[in-house]
């Protein structure tokens, strides 16, 4: 590995004279992550067509990134604190424009989901450099700055991905259809990896201690043998070994958390901060982000297909029209965390039922059209809503349940949200996407019908839970630094 990959920190004490230069090129690192799961459902009916790829294989091109994701987060958040943030950083952005690539140039469903597993595991080895980057170079006024700044652009991205998925799928350059929208990151990465190379500053946690990748790899496969029976089970019939796969990934997972509670071994951080799920309040939190991101990613896949191959829409179309949720979320967000401090889980018990109420004015004005044309603007009104809703819950949730955490875990307890976010739109795609395509014989409509009920029922379990909840939040401007990515939309 070149010298320059594996620099030692700097020894001033002061603030680097390149971080907001270097703030910059890791934020359009993780821009190409943060669009890439919005940027993809409004192309997944076109994808389809083109490479005839079968229901199933829809649903992994979504759940196959965020399993990818999910399974490789933490570790490469301990290996980045102990190993230096910078290398991992260079060779996550390398590797993502490398898996973006060969999505590109995929030429079939298998071929493009591997793809799609490689630009999750690789999206997750930069996105904690990034987060832990600027824990590191900023400092007072400037941390909050750089994490205010973040936090737009996390939120910008949520729209521009969904709009410029259906640009690029429409405008079909080259003849490439769909392809544009993997490879428009190829010289994003490419740029960003030279522009790291020279402003990024090498930096780590000289206190870090071993990273568990045993565990690490023991979660990964106990994330996909859960998630693998439910998109593979309805194709073949729902067999014994897909109801085995599945509780031997649940105790795999489970199992991983009792012998991590138990072993004593010196200088290794474990994977999951077992003390913080014994307090009610994380583990609600977790359930909450979990479930949440199930309604919302399984919401998006299924409403994509239905949108464009049961109603005619064209991807751009599409993508006009979905971005209205994202709108609803640019309303209510600026002003959640100030809200939390004041109200606590209230805020985010509104916000669910926002989400389920706005889920349900969808599924209403889709059952009242029957199998007629349904016109864009009345599902607008639902959408926004739905997207509000999501600004009240997300955006504060991990502030509310730090208020019940303490300070030491506060580090793997963002992690194990991050996680718990990605992998539950996994699981969406899974559930929901399942049940929407066991109806689809009978007309999208009816599947999309059939399958509203799991999206808006989440939202409310959301929101039951949030009663569990702790009663306030702790101010943001006291928690060093927001841990968890925002929530893709």
Do not use: K
Request: charged share 10%; with cysteine.
């Amino acid at each position: 590995m070149p010298a320059s990959l594996t620099a030692p920190p700097p020894t001033t004490t002061g603030p680097h004279p390149r971080r907001w230069a270097a703030a910059v090129v890791m934020m359009i690192a993780a821009l190409m992550d943060l669009l890439d799961v919005t940027i993809v459902n409004v192309a997944i009916p076109s994808i389809g067509r083109d490479l005839h790829a079968s229901d199933s294989a829809l649903q992994w091109l979504v759940s196959a990134y965020l399993l990818g994701f999910s399974a490789t987060l933490i570790v490469a958040g301990h290996l980045g604190d102990r190993f230096g943030r910078r290398g991992l950083f260079l060779a996550g952005t390398a590797g993502f424009g490398l898996a973006s690539l060969a999505c590109g140039m995929a030429q079939s469903p298998g071929q493009l989901i591997a793809a799609r597993a490689v630009q999750g595991v690789t999206a997750a080895v930069l996105m904690p450099q990034v987060l832990g980057s600027f824990r590191t170079l900023f400092q007072g006024r400037e941390r909050g700055a750089v994490f205010g700044v973040y936090g737009a652009v996390a939120g910008f991205a949520s729209a521009a991905g969904l709009l410029l998925g259906g640009l690029l799928t429409d405008a079909d350059l080259f003849g490439w259809g769909w392809r544009p929208v993997f490879l428009v990151n190829v010289p994003v990465a490419a740029a960003t990896f030279l522009a790291g190379l020279m402003l990024v500053p090498a930096t780590r946690e000289r206190s870090a201690g071993r990273p568990d990748v045993l565990g690490s790899a023991l979660l990964a496969a106990g994330l996909v043998a859960i998630v693998l029976p439910l998109v593979q089970g309805r194709e073949h019939g729902w067999p014994l070994w897909g109801w085995t796969c599945l509780a031997a990934g649940v105790c795999a997972v489970a199992g991983l958390g009792v012998f991590e509670a138990r072993r004593r071994r010196a200088g290794t951080v474990p994977l999951l901060p077992v003390r913080a799920f014994r307090l009610p309040a994380f583990s609600v939190g977790v359930l909450v982000q979990l479930l949440f991101s199930v309604g919302m990613q399984g919401f998006f896949l299924v409403f994509a297909i239905w949108l464009q191959a049961g109603q005619g829409y064209t991807p751009m179309q599409a993508g006009v029209l979905t971005a209205a949720f994202s709108a609803g979320g640019f309303l209510t967000a600026p002003a959640a965390d100030r809200l939390a401090v004041r109200y606590g889980r209230t805020v985010l018990a509104a916000g669910a039922l926002l989400m389920a109420g706005g889920s349900g004015w969808v599924w209403a004005e889709v059952t009242q059209a029957g199998g007629t044309h349904t016109g864009a603007w009345p599902l607008v009104p639902g959408l926004v809503t739905a997207g509000a809703g999501l600004g009240f819950l997300v955006v504060p949730l991990v502030n509310v349940v730090l208020s019940a955490v303490p300070a030491d875990l506060a580090g793997g307890a963002s992690g194990i949200f991050s996680t718990a976010q990605q992998f539950g739109g996994a699981l969406g795609a899974a559930v929901v996407g399942t049940v929407f395509f066991a109806h689809a014989e009978q007309g999208l409509t009816e599947a999309l019908t059939a399958a509203m009920p799991w999206v808006t029922g989440g939202f409310l379990l959301c929101a039951a839970l949030c009663a569990a909840l702790p009663r306030r939040a702790v101010d943001p401007a006291a928690a060093s630094a927001p841990g968890s990515r925002t929530a893709h939309t």
